[in-house]
């Protein structure tokens, strides 16, 4: 119950995309907030993207411009694309959610997460 799965990372070269993609119970597509998150050994776990339960998205400025945070409510699935990735972006990605609100980039919030993928990007 309240399992999250992520799937979709890899390895790429600078430069190029992938998109991941996070599958859980339904009722986390409708009235939860969800979030993306990185970690790597060397930072504490950072917010990338969030969306709110009403749709609204929100970016770490490191990623604006190149990441979109989408969900299908449909499929029960959140998104992460990812393009014009650099070297900086490799980093085991979560998705996670959380019935209430609350500030999205503090994973403190958050009450569901998943096992996380691995994305790495080459120079």
């Known amino acids: 119950q309240g399992q999250l799965v992520e799937s979709g990372g890899g390895s790429v070269q600078a430069g190029g995309s992938l998109r991941l993609s996070c599958a859980g119970p339904?009722?986390?597509?409708?009235?939860?907030?969800m979030g993306w998150f990185r970690q790597t050994p060397e930072k504490e776990r950072e917010g990338v993207a969030g969306?709110?339960?009403?749709?609204?998205?929100y970016y770490a400025d490191s990623v604006k411009g190149r990441f979109t945070i989408s969900k299908d409510n449909a499929k029960n699935i959140l998104y992460l694309q990812m393009s014009g990735l650099k070297p900086e972006d490799t980093a085991k990605y979560y998705c996670a959610a959380v019935r209430s609100g609350g500030r999205w980039y503090d994973n403190r919030n958050y009450q569901y997460w998943g096992q996380g993928t691995q994305v790495t990007v080459s120079s």
């Open positions: 339904r009722y986390m597509y409708s009235g939860y907030s």
């Open positions: 969306i709110g339960s009403d749709g609204t998205t």
